[in-house]
């Protein structure tokens, strides 16, 4: 049930770019991302809805394939403050309902 | 306005012990979902409550219990503690479904179990 995302780390040089892909063997509804920063609340960045559409906040952005059940998270020109945990959700339909399950997060660390 | 709150922010109980975990999720928010965060394992999902109702639940024993009030306060009771319960437990209120309004998460609630 858990979605699988991959790489589980990466280390950036500021200015680099970096993508952070999010799989799941179930049909998904819809696909969330979040960050969250050491010590801190996770923080919501973006949902994906059905429809493979593709989404931006400021230089990140973010694709949701329905027929291959994943997701990518493409960070580009990344600033230091971009270094945190990433986590993707995906909502499933289970026992008559949809909840939401996340991986086990990507670690993303930006040096000067 | 203010954000989701979670209490107490830290516990520290004995193995065998009870314990109850409040989150006020923010005004007008009916959706509360809570989750369990160990390191390696990321977020589980425990379970989600709207309007009162529990809507899904993950895959925890029965000790693990939760409940929401009509103020759409909730509270999460773990009944038997063992050592391995020991982890951050986060709230999370959303607006509607999940799905078109995001989450919106508390501080959580630092559990350890000695």
């Known amino acids: 049930q858990q979605p699988v995302q991959s790489p589980q780390a990466v280390i950036l040089r500021e200015g680099e770019d970096a993508v952070i892909n999010c799989s799941s063997s179930?049909?998904?509804?819809?696909v969330h991302w979040y960050r969250q920063k050491h010590g801190e609340a996770p923080v919501f960045l973006m949902i994906?809805?059905?429809?493979?559409e593709q989404k931006g906040h400021e230089k990140i952005s973010a694709s949701f394939n329905e027929k291959k059940q994943q997701s990518s998270l493409y960070l580009t020109a990344s600033q230091l403050s971009y270094s945190g945990t990433y986590f993707c959700g995906t909502e499933i339909r289970q026992g008559g309902s949809e909840k939401l399950v996340f991986g086990k997060g990507t670690k993303l660390t930006v040096n000067p | 306005k203010a954000g989701v709150t979670q209490t107490p922010r830290y516990l520290i109980k004995t193995r065998g012990q009870q314990v109850t975990l409040s989150c006020s999720p923010i005004?007008?928010?009916?959706?509360v979902s809570w989750y369990q965060q160990t390191p390696g394992q990321g977020l589980q999902f425990l379970f989600e409550?709207?309007?009162?109702?529990?809507?899904n639940k993950g895959n925890f024993p029965g000790r693990f219990s939760g409940r929401q009030f009509s103020n759409s306060r909730s509270e999460m009771n773990v009944s038997t503690l063992e050592l391995g319960d020991s982890a951050l437990y986060l709230c999370a209120s959303s607006l509607k479904a999940a799905r078109f309004y995001g989450y919106t998460f508390g501080s959580g609630t630092r559990l350890t179990v000695v």
């Open positions: 179930k049909a998904l509804y819809s």
């Open positions: 994906l809805l059905k429809g493979g």
């Open positions: 409550y709207f309007s009162e109702t529990q809507r």
């Open positions: 005004s007008g928010h009916r959706s």
